[in-house]
């Protein structure tokens, strides 16, 4: 059976602005899946679903794990604020499943559909400020270079497009939106009229009119839309009001047309428009701004350079090659916890100046550095006999030292569990602590899944919770694990966990929902008082 994909913008988060079509479909799905605030704004919609909600910037794998459960058969409803073709979920997924060789005719339905984005839902707040052409442009420089989004301010600025900024400022980007000013003053007077709307059509709704020069004395934050008028938008009784025309046609205060209806039309009352393929010479003169293709042109060579573009090639404004930053955790080995000067000195090579180098509590640095060529980088480190890892949500063995290799028995095991999962993507990141000794001095017991070596033979612990105010450790599952086993034991419970986890469940979660992973029982252990979540997490 196959199952559908419903890609769901559902506006501004009011349930009067959800279209008809829209809550249907939230309604006729099994499963929900959407980034936690937007599945809290829908709540009141869903009856039987099954919600699958994570956190922000794990856009990719919630469209991951839609695109699994429709080829499951299910039919899942994946939800975006706004429309989900704008900065939504609605390009992500059909990435995802071309990704996976899939085609209309023979791959799961899918069915997009459109909500009200922000630039039209704080449009309507503010007056009437998109009546001419009109751009977004989201100042979120993590999928985006910041080189990139300057050039299309600029380009949007001097075409005087009426702009929505998306995503203008949040905790650690505060520079983005002062940046967007400065280049918009370059082209637009300080008094252009700018709204500011915040969380339109929700309970928290704020709506400010300000100017361009005095925009940045407001609070502007991440559920800020900012809307800034072009040359021709003025304010009228505190609303943003962008006529429809440059030069206009029309008079307002009288019941009769200068033009009659056939005139209107007529190249000489309208010298700024192309006229079979040419423009007016006179056009300049005649309405004293440049011509749309000039604006045009001017935009497109601003974002491309003025040489670049040539008959066999034309235009490209990404052209230019994005560097990007390559990150990875190094440590020494498996067992051995001792670094060399020689592989300091090829960690300090490798990340030079533009570079970073963290240490973590998880026996590894972590290297993040610019580049285009990452394999150069893995081949230096690794001439040095340095163990390289990904990192993220990828499953991490930390294994103690083995009181310096002298308890050096169960080291191959853990070496061969290192080969054959290390790195390998999971639902959520995942430590493996394994320890050489029933002391476990390392805390083996406390990780995600435990494994201790004693007499002979290999302890299991399962669904540890390091960190947090709810921390606690795993529980014992079995004991006397010949070690012929262990390797195959482990690789099962991983397969299982990433196969049936949910997307960002740790595994402690999914030990707790499952209840049993391979055969083994999870048992609960009484809470001895329960704990308000903290704001930040635990
Ligand atoms: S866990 Fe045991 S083998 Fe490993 S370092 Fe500690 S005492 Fe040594």
């Not at 998109?130 to 050039?151: F, G, N, Q, R, Y």
């Not at 079979?276 to 293709?293: F, H, R, W």
């Not at 498996?334 to 000195?345: E, F, G, S, Y």
Request: with cysteine; hydrophobic share 35%; net charge negative.
């Amino acid at each position: 059976m196959k199952g559908k994909l419903l890609v769901v913008g559902f506006g501004p988060g009011s349930f009067e602005h959800i279209t008809k079509r829209a809550e249907d479909a939230i309604k006729e799905s099994d499963c929900i899946i959407g980034y936690k605030t937007y599945v809290d704004l829908i709540r009141g919609l869903l009856t039987h679903q099954e919600v699958i909600s994570t956190g922000m910037s794990e856009e990719v794998s919630r469209a991951q794990a839609a695109v699994r459960l429709a080829e499951e058969g299910k039919v899942v409803a994946v939800i975006s604020s706004g429309d989900a073709g704008v900065y939504g979920m609605a390009g992500l997924i059909y990435e995802v499943l071309i990704e996976k060789g899939w085609t209309e005719e023979k791959g799961v339905e899918v069915e997009v559909i459109p909500g009200i984005s922000a630039i039209n839902s704080c449009a309507s707040l503010l007056g009437a400020p998109v009546m001419h052409d009109a751009c977004t442009i989201s100042l979120s420089d993590h999928l985006t270079p910041w080189k990139i989004i300057e050039k299309r301010i600029d380009a949007a600025g001097q075409a005087d497009f009426v702009i929505a900024l998306y995503n203008p400022k949040s905790g650690k980007r505060t520079r983005q939106i002062t940046e967007a000013q400065r280049i918009l003053l370059q082209y637009r007077s300080p008094n252009t009229p700018v709204g500011l709307v915040k969380s339109a059509y929700r309970d928290s709704q704020h709506v400010v009119i300000t100017t361009l020069e005095k925009m940045l004395d407001h609070d502007i934050g991440m559920l800020t839309t900012v809307v800034i008028g072009n040359s021709s938008t003025f304010l009228y009784d505190n609303k943003l009001i962008t006529p429809r025309g440059y030069q206009r046609k029309y008079t307002l205060d009288t019941a009769e047309q200068r033009l009659k209806p056939h005139e209107r039309l007529r190249r000489e009352n309208e010298p700024w428009a192309l006229h079979e393929g040419k423009e007016e010479q006179t056009v300049e003169k005649a309405i004293n701004v440049d011509s749309p293709l000039d604006l045009a042109m001017e935009a497109l060579i601003k974002l491309d350079g003025p040489n670049k573009s040539t008959d066999d090639q034309p235009m490209n404004p990404m052209h230019e090659k994005v560097e990007s930053i390559f990150e990875l955790a190094v440590s020494p080995g498996v067992a051995n916890k001792r670094i060399t000067p020689k592989q300091m000195l090829a960690i300090a090579e490798v990340v030079g100046e533009r570079g970073t180098m963290e240490y973590t509590p998880h026996h590894q640095i972590i290297l993040r550095i610019p580049t285009e060529d990452p394999s150069d980088i893995t081949s230096k480190l690794q001439e040095t006999g340095l163990l390289l890892s990904p990192t993220g949500d990828v499953f991490q063995l930390k294994a103690c030292d083995f009181c310096d290799g002298e308890k050096s028995d169960p080291i191959p095991y853990a070496e061969e569990i290192q080969q054959k999962l290390g790195g390998l993507e999971l639902p959520k990141e995942l430590r493996l602590g394994f320890n050489g000794c029933g002391m476990a001095c390392y805390g083996a017991v406390n990780e995600d899944i435990g494994v201790v070596y004693r007499k002979g033979k290999f302890d299991l612990f399962l669904g540890g919770k390091v960190v947090g105010r709810t921390a606690h450790p795993a529980q014992a599952v079995a004991e006397g694990i010949p070690p012929e086993e262990i390797v195959g034991v482990i690789d099962t419970i991983i397969q299982e966990y990433k196969e049936k986890g949910h997307p960002n469940e740790r595994f402690f979660k999914y030990f707790k929902r499952v209840r049993e992973v391979q055969g083994y029982q999870h048992r609960d252990i009484a809470p001895v008082i329960e704990l308000e979540p903290a704001p930040c997490g635990d």
